[in-house]
């Protein structure tokens, strides 16, 4: 007989990387893995629209099989309306009879982002008479973006979370959005995984004005116009400031615009691009400071992907980070106050000395390393496999 920790856990995630964009969804992938390294064997079905799909064959399947680790991505050709939520469906349903006929009928089902991955859930769980639970990673029960509506999507949502064996969230202010929305009740956290063995501590430091902010352009929920005008705020003090923005999405070309509307010294700000891996690390272990403005934030795991490189944060007050970053390892100011985040970044750069950067990384570590994610799975699913067995 199997041990528990070799069971079959079933993950059907609303968000994954893919080819059509490999940092989609990357945190559930990190859970994925961070379950197999507790032992477990897990199999991932995520289905996504795609254009390319021939239209005589209308779906198409990758397996991608590796260590403990199956991903099954099922790609349907998009269409509006009907048609479209039609073959969404079909193509869930071809990913997980998939999953069955390559690794047998899960133990567990693991539900990442609500609604619909968890009314599947809950749809063959029933059907195979195995729980599920719920991990929540979506910023869309926060006032700041309240995309949450409609009494239907409501209801079903508050059904799905009613019966799940457990429902979690990654931060507890995203917790605490999901209650005041009416979601549910006594959710668990579940945090995201730091990639601690690629975001290190460098040998070699980079220059001590440089500034770095990594983000998705989106400034809705980032903020960025803050970001360069606090900067701007910087350079009057600080003219050798330096600000390296990585990144890349709909609102790269008007922070572009706006950049040049301030008519900075040249060089004062570089645009990177989409970085990556080794690529994204190196650029991080060379700046003196994060910078996160964020409006909101569900985990804000670029400010502990800093922190793991030894690099100080200076953040808005979003997610838990008010709760992590220390005096010694950054600062954390008001959302939107431009005068309170100028004033941090200057205190970031003016005494580098005042910030640990072993003790910061030591407690990403401890708290959101691959080790420390992968027990808190562990006891997550030994928890309700067990409940089951009795």
């Known amino acids: 007989m199997e041990s528990v920790q070799s069971e079959h856990i079933l993950y059907l995630p609303r968000w994954y990387p893919s080819k059509t964009d490999p940092m989609f969804g990357l945190f559930v992938r990190k859970h994925a893995l961070a379950a197999v390294a507790a032992g477990f064997r897990v199999t991932v079905v995520f289905v996504i629209p795609d254009l390319t799909v021939k239209s005589h064959e209308l779906f ?14 099922v790609s349907y050709r998009k269409a509006d309306g009907f048609t479209g939520v039609a073959r969404q469906l079909i193509a869930w349903n071809l990913g997980i009879k998939s999953a069955f006929s390559l690794n047998g009928q899960p133990a567990l089902i693991h539900a990442h982002i609500l609604t619909r991955t968890a009314l599947l859930a809950w749809l063959f769980g029933r059907k195979w008479k195995v729980p599920y639970l719920i991990t ?10 309240l995309q949450y509506k409609g009494v239907l999507r409501k209801r079903l949502t508050r059904f799905a979370v009613r019966k799940a064996t457990l429902t979690s969230a990654v931060s507890a202010r995203l917790s ?3 209650q005041l929305a009416g979601v549910g009740e006594n959710f668990s956290i579940l945090p995201n995984v730091v990639d601690t063995g690629l975001f ?3 040998e070699e430091r980079g220059p001590k004005t440089r500034i770095i902010s990594i983000t998705c352009f989106e400034d809705k929920s980032k903020n960025l116009k803050l970001l360069i005008d606090a900067f701007v705020s910087v350079l009057s003090e600080r003219p050798e400031a330096e600000l390296v923005l990585v990144g890349e999405g709909a609102d ?8 040049l509307s301030k008519k900075l010294p040249p060089g004062s700000v570089r645009f990177t691009g989409l970085l ?3 690529a994204l690390a190196a650029e991080l272990q060379q700046a003196a400071c994060l910078a996160l403005t964020s409006n909101y934030e569900t985990f804000g795991i670029v400010a502990y992907e800093a922190m793991a490189c030894g690099v100080p944060v200076v953040a808005t007050d979003v997610a838990d980070l008010a709760g992590f970053v220390k005096p010694d390892s950054g600062r954390i100011t008001p959302v939107g106050n431009f005068n309170a985040f100028a ?14 950067r072993h003790e910061m990384r030591a407690r990403v570590v401890k708290h959101f390393g691959s080790e420390a994610v992968s027990k ?11 409940q089951r067995n009795q």
């Open 376 to 386: 808190h799975l562990a006891d997550l699913y030994h928890g309700i496999l067990n």
């Open 252 to 259: 790269l070309q008007m922070i572009r615009e706006y950049v």
């Open 343 to 356: 004033k941090a970044l200057l205190e970031a750069l003016s005494v580098p000395a005042q910030f640990n």
């Open 60 to 73: 198409a399947t990758e397996i991608h099989t590796q260590n403990g680790l199956t991903e099954i991505i």
């Open 200 to 202: 290190d501590i460098a």
């Open 176 to 178: 605490r959005s999901m």
């Open 276 to 278: 990556e891996n080794e």
């Open 136 to 145: 929540e990673h979506w910023s869309r029960y926060f006032p700041e973006n």
